[in-house]
T-cell receptor
Framework: GENVEQHPSTLSVQEGDSAVIKCTYS??????FPWYKQELGKGPQLIID?????GEKKDQRIAVTLNKTAKHFSLHITETQPEDSAVYFC????????????FGTGTSLTVIP | GAVVSQHPSWVICKSGTSVKIECRSL??????MFWYRQFPKQSLMLMAT?????????EQGVEKDKFLINHASLTLSTLTVTSAHPEDSSFYIC?????????????FGEGSRLTVL
């Protein structure tokens, strides 16, 4: 089955700096890679995703890159703000199916004002 | 984006009672929903996959008689924690995929905090 690893487990950055979170996956069949942001006491929220037919996707201050050959994908947050502080989870799975996603262990991001 | 509604958001109950948590997909049909348990500062632990009109598929180590899952319609799945005990206290989260011709994206409910006294 799929195995997703995520690093780092904790990350602290100064406000305005960039933050990068990296994930690797094991199953080459996976073709859909979403990222979720979870604030304290709430359910995870989908913030961006990427499919295997593209290498990069950007949405304002958030971008995700995918390297299919190396089986790794990364989340990039630029110009970080205190409200970006949360736990971020990466996931891998198959698109257009009802199958489960496999999640990383999460990264706790703290943006220091 | 699509919305998944989970209710109640928090519940406190006495040991030995049963608690039901509802998960609804509000603007799409979800043939598959997932139930997770999350301990403090840990990742999401998949408990079971809920399939509309059929029995749920439980992950290894999850007691199916303890955590009853019903997925009676394309928009509603319920998790019942039977004869709850303090060790069942946790944060339970549901999710639903916008499958069956949809985007395939996975959306989460807001979670339910269960405290068993």
């Amino acid at each position: 089955g799929e195995n997703v690893e995520q690093h780092p487990s904790t990350l602290s950055v100064q406000e305005g700096d960039s933050a990068v979170i990296k994930c690797t996956y094991s199953d080459s069949a996976s073709n859909y890679f979403p990222w979720y942001k979870q604030e304290l006491g709430k359910g995870p929220q989908l913030i961006i995703d990427i499919r295997s037919n593209v290498g990069e996707k950007k949405d304002q201050r958030i971008a995700v890159t995918l390297n299919k050959t190396a089986k790794h994908f990364s989340l990039h947050i630029t110009e970080t703000q205190p409200e970006d502080s949360a736990v971020y989870f990466c996931a891998a799975g198959l698109s257009n199916t009802g199958n489960q996603f496999y999640f990383g262990t999460g990264t706790s991001l703290t943006v220091i004002p | 984006g699509a919305v998944v509604s989970q209710h109640p958001s928090w519940v406190i109950c006495k040991s030995g009672t049963s608690v039901k948590i509802e998960c609804r997909s509000l603007d799409f049909q979800a043939t598959t929903m997932f139930w997770y348990r999350q301990f403090p500062k840990q990742s999401l632990m998949l408990m079971a996959t809920s399939n509309e009109g059929s029995k749920a598929t439980y992950e290894q180590g999850v007691e199916k008689d303890k955590f009853l899952i019903n997925h009676a319609s394309l928009t509603l799945s319920t998790l019942t924690v039977t004869s709850a005990h303090p060790e069942d206290s946790s944060f339970y989260i549901c999710s639903a995929r916008d499958g069956a011709g949809g985007t395939g994206e996975l959306f989460f409910g807001e979670g339910s905090r269960l405290t068993v006294l």
